[in-house]
């Protein structure tokens, strides 16, 4: 018995696809006569030679049994992850006549009968139903379920709201609306006038965004800068969870944002092994692999919402300001400072506030980054569903020491490759995440209320569980994009007076793929950066586009994000995805435990690169072909680029290592002769250490002496010091 054909049939309508089986589908065949017999899962289909064949076979070279025998094909289908999976399987293991030609017009027709679609939520009246009510005909289990989850109502509407604004944005992507506007090129009656604005509306910073942006805007207000922080939510909800090792969280314990005993006040579970693993039933031997264990990636469970409250606590005990259920509307910049126009939610006032920088730490819907970059914000997302339940698993169905940090249980499903992760988190709490890497396309921007209906469905398959018995805490949800860079400066982070941090600034890893991981490994470079440019008033786009989280370590890998996106309008082999991710995660099996963590952690240099490049090459070479073959010519060219920017960046750094810390022992002489240089020699001096995956913990030991008695900033408040050339000015 020989397996010939294997497809994804785009639906979740098993029953349908094998009623057409059935009654439909007749061969096509010039010189066969074929017999159909029903089966419970499909058909099977009988060959009979006819008088005329038979004459022209050779009797002598034909056993009796075959002769006697008619040639059989089975098809057979089966529903898993809310699609349908078809297999054809010969029974003799030579090729039937015509089997080829039969294939062919089975899968035409298939396609034809079943292509692939990509559904958008309907426009809903909110004003006449609830959300539940609107959206139950169309997602039946994500309202269901969605009613058991403490503030169910009002998450679901964000998770519609986000949808909406994340497609509006990506399908009309030559339009982004305006929202940063410059004041010279506004008429008066435009400008943005200040409503009783006084001193305590003036700050050095204004932060849109209070997820991403505590963090950051904490430890700005630790180095005296007078700090604003805007939250469209009320402050200290997050609808995601985040995981990181204590390894990166060190980096905060380090600046002084956080004690070692604060941190572990945060700590929600820390598991012993992180499992990856992707589902391989269907791959050819050489790409199957073995489980990968990863025990110091993501292993640490953070209470997102006490982490958050802390940074705010630290914030507004540094003076800084908290302005919650508040949206961002517009800001007006000038030379000398940036107006911030918001809307404060519950009463519907007008809220103005004038500062030196605007950073923004909107994420993926962020109105500016879309105007930042004229409509492309981002070449690929992962739209990513999930909840936290509070336990109703059966006991020996999951150990809470472990966690899934990467894993697949099925092929492509309805165009997507969908991927788990599952963290433990305090007592019997469960987190799942459900996602897929999505290369962004007008016509399939990606949805979240899809990715939400496939999650109920198909957990139990997952792991098992029965979905009515699970206490529910709260739904997780969100795009994370990913942008593909070539250089360190191709795509913009910043206007005048403005740049973007995090999600909003999409300078992507492969695998973490989330702001929050990449803010933290790289916070003090932001850090340092946003403040030499505070203090020496280098608030200019050509400064403030050097304030940024880019490695060249890791644009190089984003071939290996393409790698798992299956393109918009194609089809492709349905085991494809995970046997590309089982070649690459079978090396990093085979390697240390510490190449593989310093891999999905950002700091895979060069030489580890090309190793684990090549021997996938060589266990696999059929791996070429398939890249080739998804990501198409002009994304190859474009990878050549992003590789021989890596390779000559770390060349650079190899040959240039003597000199960041030259550049330290000149900052004493230099940056107050020329701080457009230092500040220029300090982002190159970065792009050396932490742009090619090798951070400088002593340089976060050199920030810290800012925050000490005995070396004070050099502004303590530059809002307000009037010593200081860099104050705001208000215009007339």
Not at 169 to 191: H, L, N, T, W, Y
Not at 699 to 720: D, F, M
Request: proline share 7%.
């Amino acid at each position: 018995m020989k397996q010939i054909l294997y497809l994804e049939v785009p639906t979740p309508d098993t029953a349908a696809v094998r009623q057409w089986l059935q009654q439909q589908f007749q061969p096509a065949l010039t010189s066969r006569s074929t017999e159909k017999q029903v089966t419970p899962d499909g058909c099977r289909l009988r060959f009979l030679r006819n008088t005329h064949q038979s004459t022209q076979i050779s009797e002598k070279r034909k056993p009796l049994a075959e002769k006697l025998s008619p040639e059989e094909l089975s098809i057979f289908t089966w529903s898993v992850q809310r699609t349908t999976y078809l297999k054809v399987f010969r029974w003799s293991e030579q090729s039937v006549a015509q089997e080829a030609q039969l294939l062919a017009q089975l899968t035409q027709e298939l396609r034809s009968q079943f292509p692939q679609r990509y559904p958008a939520p309907p426009t809903l009246d909110l004003t006449k139903q609830s959300i539940f009510e609107a959206l139950a005909p169309y997602y039946p289990k994500t309202a269901k379920y969605f009613r058991s989850i403490p503030n169910g109502e009002y998450d679901l509407t964000r998770v519609y709201w986000w949808e909406q604004r994340w497609r509006s944005g990506v399908q009309q992507p030559q339009s982004p609306k305006q929202v940063i506007f410059k004041a010279d090129e506004r008429s008066p009656a435009d400008r943005l006038t200040p409503v009783s604005l006084d001193s305590s509306h003036l700050y050095d910073l204004i932060y849109i965004g209070g997820a991403l942006g505590v963090i950051h805007a904490a430890v700005m207000a630790q180095l005296g800068y007078r700090v604003l922080l805007i939250e469209r939510l009320p402050f200290g909800r997050m609808n995601r969870e985040w995981n990181i090792s204590r390894q990166e969280f060190q980096t905060l314990i380090d600046l002084g944002l956080f004690t070692p005993a604060e941190f572990e006040t945060v700590i929600a579970c820390e598991y012993e092994d992180g499992f990856n693993k992707f589902f391989d039933a269907n791959n050819p031997p050489q790409a199957k692999a073995p489980v990968l264990h990863t025990p110091t990636v993501l292993n640490i469970a953070l209470d997102a919402e006490k982490l958050l409250q802390l940074c705010g606590e630290k914030l507004r005990s540094a003076g800084g300001e908290i302005w919650d259920e508040t949206e961002f509307n517009q800001a007006e910049t000038s030379p000398n400072s940036v107006t911030v126009e918001t809307v404060h939610l519950p009463t519907q006032t007008t809220r103005v506030a004038i500062g030196r920088i605007l950073v923004d730490a909107m994420g993926t819907a962020s109105p500016i980054a879309w105007q930042l970059n004229h409509g492309r914000a981002f070449d690929s997302v992962c739209p990513t569903v999930g909840a936290v339940i509070d336990g109703g698993f059966e006991p020996g169905v999951w150990d809470s020491r472990y966690g899934d940090v990467l894993n697949s249980h099925g092929d492509i499903s309805r165009g997507r490759q969908l991927i788990w992760e599952l963290f433990p988190g305090k007592g019997e709490e469960l987190t799942f995440y459900l996602f897929h890497y999505h290369q962004v396309h007008p016509d399939n921007p990606g949805s979240l209320l899809e990715m939400y209906e496939d999650f109920f469905t198909i957990l139990p398959e997952y792991r098992r569980c029965e979905v009515e018995k699970l206490r529910w805490k709260k739904a997780t949800f969100g795009y994370i994009p990913g942008h593909f860079s070539i250089r360190g400066n191709d795509r913009r982070v910043a206007f005048d007076r403005l740049v973007a941090i995090g999600d909003a600034a999409s300078l992507q890893s492969p695998l973490v793929f989330t702001g929050f991981g990449s803010l933290v490994r790289n916070l003090p470079r932001l850090t340092e950066l946003l403040d030499t440019a505070l203090r020496h008033n280098l608030t200019q786009a050509k400064y403030l586009n050097q304030i940024r989280a880019y490695q060249s370590n890791i644009a190089v890998t984003w071939l290996f994000s393409k790698g798992m996106m299956v393109p918009t309008g194609r089809t492709l082999p349905p085991e494809r995805v995970n046997a590309m991710l089982n070649t690459f995660f079978g090396i990093l099996a085979s390697e240390s435990p510490q190449v593989a963590d310093r891999f999905i952690k950002d700091r895979a240099g060069w030489l580890p690169f090309n190793r684990m490049a090549i021997k996938a090459a060589a266990k696999n070479p059929a791996l070429l072909l398939w890249i080739w073959d998804m990501a198409g010519r002009r994304d190859l060219i474009r990878w050549v680029g992003s590789y021989i920017n890596f390779t000559v960046s770390a060349m650079i750094s190899w040959l240039l290592r003597w000199l960041p810390d030259r550049v330290r022992s000149l900052q004493t002489w230099l940056e107050p002769r020329n701080p457009a240089l230092w500040f220029w020699l300090l982002s190159q001096s970065y792009a050396l250490t932490y742009g090619v995956g090798k951070p400088r913990p002593e340089w976060i030991q050199h920030q810290r002496q800012w925050q000490s008695p005995e070396t004070p900033p050099i502004v303590a408040n530059p809002v307000t010091n009037p010593v200081v050339n860099s104050t705001i000015q208000l215009e007339e």
